[in-house]
């Protein structure tokens, strides 16, 4: 892993996360699979992530799958569920439990079995600031350790749909803490309610209704993952373009996922101006 930085959950581009534009982080983050003509808000809130399969035993939902990318080798499947996927491309199982106590620290205590991969990964955990002002412990599992881990499969393992491994991958390509040892720079993020107000004010203008809680509330999160993203980028410092307002994007996804509805929207919204146009040079 060390030696490939990569984000292995992008299907089409090999650039980190922290590279990607505002339109590659919205194909990453909600519209893997959109080729084939399905929902292109319905992965909100769950990442959108290739996969080859199913674990044996591991039940899952038919609707959070989707088949896309034409025929032939361009033929992808998609998952948008809860569940976690592996470094092979396999659903295999439910998200991390966050108490330190349970996944963060069997993962820990199988890492240890190499000591060199266990110095390795902390190292990786230390500098990326999960560990705060506090440094890994040497050859044992301590608290502050289980803690860091914990945190780690919280933010990203969990948050981008994969187990530790591609999780790993994923933290490979972020930007080192200034000052490693130092305490993880904390994000703002706007508050999913203003989002949720946004994206519905802009479903109202451009298709003459307001969507549903759960359809905003993906856009929410998804739009919260963007300026985490940006942060990501800030971060590294250098030039970086900053995520566009909500009301833009909302617009954007809005038009992407509803682009016929909302061209007849605006067509019969346009024919009733002319008809009343009509109507008042005749009276």
Excluded: C, H, W
């Excluded at 346009?270 to 109507?279: E, G």
């Amino acid at each position: 892993m060390a030696g490939d930085p990569k984000d292995t959950q992008t299907a089409t581009s090999d650039k980190k996360i922290s590279e990607m534009t505002q339109e590659e982080l919205l194909a990453f983050f909600g519209s893997a699979g959109q080729q084939s003509g399905a929902n292109y808000l319905a992965g909100y809130g769950f990442p959108s992530r290739i996969v080859k399969g199913t674990a044996q035993g591991i039940a899952v939902d038919p609707k959070d799958f989707e088949t896309g990318g034409g025929g032939g080798a361009g033929r992808r499947t998609v998952y948008r569920g809860p569940l976690l996927v592996d470094e092979n491309g396999i659903v295999t199982r439910a998200q991390y439990d966050l108490s330190p106590l349970t996944d963060a620290n069997t993962i820990l205590l199988e890492l240890i079995k190499n000591p060199t991969q266990y110095k390795y990964y902390t190292n990786l955990l230390q500098t990326r600031g999960y560990y705060g002002n506090s440094k890994p412990s040497t050859n044992r599992v301590d608290s502050v350790d289980r803690s860091a881990m914990a945190e780690f499969l919280n933010n990203v393992a969990n948050a981008n749909g994969v187990t530790y491994k591609t999780a790993f991958q994923i933290l490979e390509g972020t930007p080192q803490v200034k000052g490693a040892g130092g305490k993880a720079p904390s994000v703002r993020v706007t508050s999913p309610d203003d989002l949720k107000v946004v994206f519905r004010k802009a479903s109202t203008d451009l298709l003459g209704y307001e969507v549903d809680d759960a359809m905003a509330e993906k856009f929410a999160k998804t739009y919260q993952q963007m300026e985490i993203a940006e942060a990501q980028k800030q971060a590294a410092g250098g030039v970086f373009t900053s995520a566009a307002q909500p009301s833009t994007v909302a617009e954007q996804q809005i038009l992407k996922q509803f682009r016929p509805e909302a061209q007849s929207f605006a067509t019969g919204n346009l024919a009733a101006i002319m008809d009343q146009s009509i109507k008042a040079l005749g009276a």
